[in-house]
């Protein structure tokens, strides 16, 4: 167990030899190795010094206890960017980019537009939307000062200027009106029992659980963004893929428009939204 070839094969075999088992063994390898994992396949057959291969173990055995790949590394791609994480912040889901998406097409590019993002976690969404819309003024909300400090600390070294940061319980704090206001808030139920299994046992629960069926949140910023969003203006949201009926009826109740649900990549039903009437 020396070359780079034998110590993935090794570290996916620890981790149970599925094909997930094999992409975090790789993330792993190339994270002590400093090195992208197209790197690992062309050099196979270099062999690995003992250091390495020590601090490779050790890692292995941490994600075998089921601590996350992202916790391990200190990082989570998402969308073209390289995001710091820790304990503090939800881990970024692919599925994710696509609110990033959806917010870019309901926007004008060319027009000073003023976005809230709210729970913004290590800041993902916010930046995302910030390195795309240089014109757009991005406000990242959190009640999780911690979460901000993480959130700064990837705006900062990402150079982007475009975005602002505000402690606040949802609307508690925020002041202003907005064109767009998004979020991927907590909607997950609070006795589902995916919460203390996997990655997720790792993730701050207050990101994560909202009330006996999940929405608890979403109903809360539904109801309270009327005070907050200019008219004429979008509210979008992630959710659970079985919320989406719920999800359009709580907009259509608080008298939003044009309500529309979108799928992931999965085909998932993962984001719903509507517009403030003028």
Do not use: C
């Not at 002590?32 to 062309?42: A, G």
Request: hydrophobic share 40%; aromatic share 8%; proline share 4%.
């Amino acid at each position: 167990m020396n070359t780079i070839g034998e110590l993935l094969r090794w570290g996916q075999a620890q981790l149970a030899g599925s094909d997930e088992a094999a992409g975090d063994a790789q993330a792993l390898l190339g994270h002590v190795l400093e090195k992208e994992r197209t790197w690992l396949f062309t050099w196979s057959d270099k062999v690995v010094d003992e250091e390495h291969r020590n601090r490779f173990r050790e890692l292995i055995a941490q994600r075998s206890q089921g601590v996350p790949v992202a916790h391990i590394t200190g990082s989570r791609a998402f969308w073209t960017m390289q995001l710091q994480v820790n304990e503090h912040t939800l881990i970024p889901r692919p599925e994710t980019e696509h609110l990033v998406e959806k917010a870019l097409q309901l926007g004008d590019a060319d027009r000073n537009l003023q976005i809230l993002d709210m729970g913004t976690g290590s800041g993902a969404i916010a930046l995302a939307i910030a390195s795309e819309r240089p014109k757009w003024q991005i406000t990242a909300s959190d009640r999780s000062e911690a979460a901000l400090q993480m959130a700064r600390s990837n705006a900062h070294r990402l150079g982007l200027k475009n975005v602002n940061f505000a402690k606040s319980d949802w609307f508690a704090a925020i002041d202003g009106h907005f064109d767009l206001i998004i979020s991927n808030p907590p909607y997950v139920a609070e006795k589902d029992p995916h919460l203390s299994q996997g990655d997720l046992r790792f993730e701050p629960r207050g990101a994560l659980a909202s009330g006996i069926d999940g929405l608890d949140d979403i109903r809360r910023i539904v109801s309270d963004t009327h005070g907050y969003l200019r008219p004429g203006g979008w509210l979008l949201f992630e959710h659970g893929f079985e919320q989406a009926t719920a999800a359009r009826e709580i907009l259509q109740q608080a008298g939003y428009t044009q309500i529309f649900t979108e799928q992931d990549l999965a085909s998932h039903d993962r984001l719903s939204g509507g517009k403030l009437p003028p």
